[in-house]
């Protein structure tokens, strides 16, 4: 088991003249107050944890001082503050101090008018406490609906073992202007490799805990196993807050997951996107379902995490569909989880048909501009080509083999002066990408026909796609 | 690693189940432990996602009442921890209906392990299914092809050939390539394992014979020869037998079956067969057909000004082909415009306009298979003639290539 690393002292020294006789001797006798409650509240945006931790410190009355140490973990020590949870009135920190051959201590001077007890609360930041959701898929075998679960894993690698804590994590991004790893100045590496023999004795101890533990009555009657604990939601400000019901207890270099969001029957639609900056050169295959209520979701905002998405196979199985990292979605917001493609739908762009028109000729060190391709103007030896238009006429075909129709949208976006033409009723998603929709049957074939007509040279005279209705032939 | 009573080697992956000796004192518990493995009931490896292979095993696990700790580690192989799924399936015994539920899952530093805290109703048995990723354990397809003598069809078979570098063997274990028939087969250590997936009988076969510059070149330029690769083309439609799936990628060997029934089959080459949607046409290359001669001729080029620096580019494209084949074939004359206009006036990087002149002695081009700028035409020619004599086919591709600058 893992021995506190970082502690308080009272140093119980005659307090004749100033702290600095005291801690001058080389002789000490001191007590060390235990923890009685700490809680960690940690932020996945940043490698960064409030400890908020009270011990109770008798003090005697005159100067009190105290020694608060951290060696070898990733408090940052400019955040350490105490403060007095009773008899606060009659408490005080007459100074701090931080000694300089002494790394990650300090000394802090208590005035007492009392002589007993009072709760002290000391808080500080640390790092190398992290949290991260992660999401598990599983879609019933006709693709309706979804189970959905979400966790969160603690990872402790701070260097120090909060035995008992209560644990908060907060979801959202906050501001710091510097890290706290680099304000402990200790890097993680070395925190990592601290004590391996006393990290992996974790296993025994799990155990032995559970030995410890009172044995269930021979003849109870077979009731709920253990509950989960809970995992409370509530926001604040900007953020939301996932408090842990009870206590945790996370070793050093260990990490420990726990259901964040009970499993949910989650209704979904499938959409099969072309998105080439998005998703690349391919027709791609989406789960698309909304953290709402309608989708038995919609409690919290769902945190940045990884997705991972399988399916019930129909043979008493699962098929692994994909993984993927999801950004933090708030409530209301969509969830598209990008299977990739699917080799049961062919997506072929086709390019039938190249024509130029509206060609414009310069009579060369002229300002005269002739039109050249309706036959009307004469041959001009000293003309360049200055203008025209590029025809394009494509297919857009898609083969549907699966077993279900399907819903397909497109998006394509184009550079320069562009007329898209066709009779799609497509619409302008940006003022250079078209957007279409359309639909396959199952073992149905679907062809889009559009033109696009690129104005170059001086017939270029925007940038951005304008939509034109247009029957054209297959 | 735990100990075992089983004298065979362990397995790399295990699952071990602390048993939690309530009465000893504690301050031996960190030596004394008594651990069950529970061992596979049940695996399947299914490899219906192309980039990994997902493995399921199923393990009957004792549980006493409350929380228990279920031990997973693995040594050597390569398991994404983060893709381990856990499930209760159902109780083995189903008359102790336990309600099983995973408490949290905890994961020590520096070892490939995980430990799930499981609590359990009551003491009793729990059929539980493990999922996870496993790396090199892998799939290939690849595809055996027997032409009729008459190569007018081939019986195909397909094969997925399994590769299990995963450090890991597993017993009986299913096996699912997400199309064709499921497999229940014992898969070793280092073991490469071939199956059958398919057999398709009788499927039509087209044999090809192409030529065309841009993609397959001249087997001798000065003479204006073209190279003629052969191809057999089989379509993935149920009207040719296939159709049930998309083909994978895989090698494809072919032979050839002998004159009569007894005589062996002759090896006639091999070619990657590319992945092939239903509807589509795999085509594979057999090598390149001698006896069948094309020459090429750009026979005209010329520029007609229209106004100032636009003009038109008339070419006339010539080709003379011999069969000296016993059978008359039908040979593919394919002509990449751009190719071509890169010869005749170099590429402007314009896509290329053009249209058919009145020279043009071929049949009309291929819809399904010609583009904007790619064109298709059949030539069918006659066999040799009994003298061994060609009869010499001239055909002309006549174009206008417009609006050029």
Redesign the interface.
Known sequence: MLRLRHTIFCVLLPMVGSLRTATARNVDLSTVPRRNTVQLTIYNSEDLTLVRETRIVTFRKGNNPLQFSWANTLIDPTSVELRFLTSAEKLEVLDTTFPHDKPQMLYWNIGSEIDGEATVEITYFTSGITWAADYLCVADKAEKQLGFEGFVRVTNNSGEEYENAQVRLVVGTINLVEKIAQLAKLPESEVLNLRKNQLLSYREQVVKEAATAPAPAADAPATQPPAEKKIIKEGLSEYFIYTIEGTETIPNGWSKRMRSLEGQTVPFKIQYRYRPQQYGEQLVRLYLLTNDKDSKLGTSPLPDGMVRVFRDNGRNGLSFLTAQPTKYIPIGDKIELNLGPDPEVVFELIKRRAFRDDIWEQVNGANIFRRVDDGAAKVEVNATVVGWNDHEVFDQRIRNYSANPIDVEIRRTFSGHITFRSALKPVLHDFQTVELHTTADAGGKAVLIYELVSHQGRNSRQNNVTLEDAELKP | MPSSFKTVRLPHILVAL?L???Q?P?TT??RI?LITLPVRERV?I?L???T?T?V?EERIVPL????N?V?FSWANTQIDP??I?FRVIAPADAKN???????????????AAL?WSV????SGSARV?I?Y?LGNLGKSFNYRAVASNDESTLNLSQYMRLQNFANEEFGNT?L?A?FGK?FLKPIGLNETKEMLVGRFPQVPVRKTYTCDPQEFGYIDQPQNKLRVPMHYVLKNDKADKLGAA?LPYGKVRIFIAGREKEQSTTFLGEDWGK?T????EMKLYLGVAQDIVVKRIIEKNENH??????SNQEVVVKFEIENFKEQAVTLDVTEGLRFLRNEVRGDSG????WELGKLTTLDAADADKS???RLVFHVKLPARDKQGKAEKVVRKLHLIL??E?
Do not use: C
């Open positions: 602390l939690l000796l309530m000893l504690a518990m960190a432990k399947e299914q219906d996602n192309a990994a997902l399921e006493v009442k409350g929380e700790q031990d983060e893709t799924v209906q336990l309600d099983v539920r995973v408490l949290s899952v905890s994961y020590p530093p520096n070892e430990v609590g359990s109703s009551d299914r999922s990723l299913g699912y997400g499921e998309p992945f949607p239903i509807d589509d000004r229209v106004a100032g620096n636009l314009r896509d290329v306009e583009t904007f700028d417009k609006n600058w």
